[in-house]
């Protein structure tokens, strides 16, 4: 009787262990030290916050950055929409919100680049000016590099795309490309919080 029972249920297999991607890891390893990076430089931010004995201060100069923010945390979504067609094969689609991704992260960054021209020529903000200017440029300029750099990785993900040399098979490539871009996004939320809203009171 046991015997018939054991023959009838099914027997399940073990699934080989793997080593785990390369990429994923090596990922990883750079967004953890990204991160301890952006640590360093948001816990001086945050120490030397309303330390200037001199203006302008914060809440003089500093306006809160809805559209350059909503374009870039909506980057994230539109990457994701991308990563999605190009598991379909719907290259056409993947380089339109590929495209628009970029287009995003573009705009953000001609916001910065436009804010630090008001805060410089018109403001007299300059990185030498007191303690909020070099730990404001510091920490937002730290950020804008990892713009720069992301934008840089999705625009050579495009054109290798536009040449047909991207398809599904290299969708964890492109993966990777959209971790760190995501983790750009997560970074803005704490300098948004940090730079933009609790140093307005100072």
């Given at each position: 009787?046991?015997?018939?029972?054991?023959?009838?249920?099914?027997?399940?297999?073990?699934?080989?262990?793997?080593?785990?991607s390369i990429?994923?890891?090596a990922m990883i390893c750079l967004i953890t030290t990204e991160t301890a990076l952006f640590?360093?430089?948001?816990?001086a931010y945050l120490f030397y916050i309303g330390k200037s004995l001199n203006g302008p201060y914060p809440y003089e100069v500093l306006h809160f950055p809805w559209w350059a923010s909503a374009a870039l945390f909506g980057?994230?979504?539109?990457?994701?929409?991308?990563?999605?067609?190009?598991?379909?094969?719907?290259?056409?689609?993947?380089?339109l919100w590929w495209f628009i991704t970029i287009a995003l992260g573009t705009y953000f960054l001609?916001?910065?680049?436009?804010?630090?021209?008001?805060?410089?020529?018109?403001?007299?903000?300059?990185?030498?000016?007191?303690?909020?200017?070099?730990?404001?440029?510091?920490?937002?300029?730290?950020?804008?590099?990892h713009v720069i750099v992301g934008l840089f990785l999705l625009t050579i993900i495009l054109i290798s795309s536009f040449r047909?040399?991207?398809?599904?098979?290299?969708h964890e490539h492109?993966?990777?490309?959209?971790?760190?871009?995501?983790?750009?996004?997560?970074?803005?939320?704490?300098?948004?919080?940090?730079?933009?809203v609790l140093s307005m009171n100072y």
């Open positions: 009787m046991d015997n018939a029972i054991n023959q009838t249920l099914p027997v399940e297999e073990e699934t080989p262990w793997r080593l785990p990429r994923k890891v640590t360093i430089f948001v816990v980057s994230s979504g539109t990457i994701m929409i991308a990563e999605h067609y190009l598991k379909k094969g719907k290259h056409g689609l993947f380089n001609g916001f910065t680049a436009y804010e630090w021209y008001v805060l410089i020529y018109k403001e007299g903000l300059t990185i030498s000016t007191n303690v909020f200017g070099s730990t404001f440029y510091s920490l937002v300029g730290l950020h804008a590099s047909k040399k991207i398809d599904h098979e290299h492109v993966e990777m490309i959209s971790w760190y871009w995501h983790f750009v996004d997560a970074i803005w939320v704490v300098v948004l919080l940090v730079v933009y």
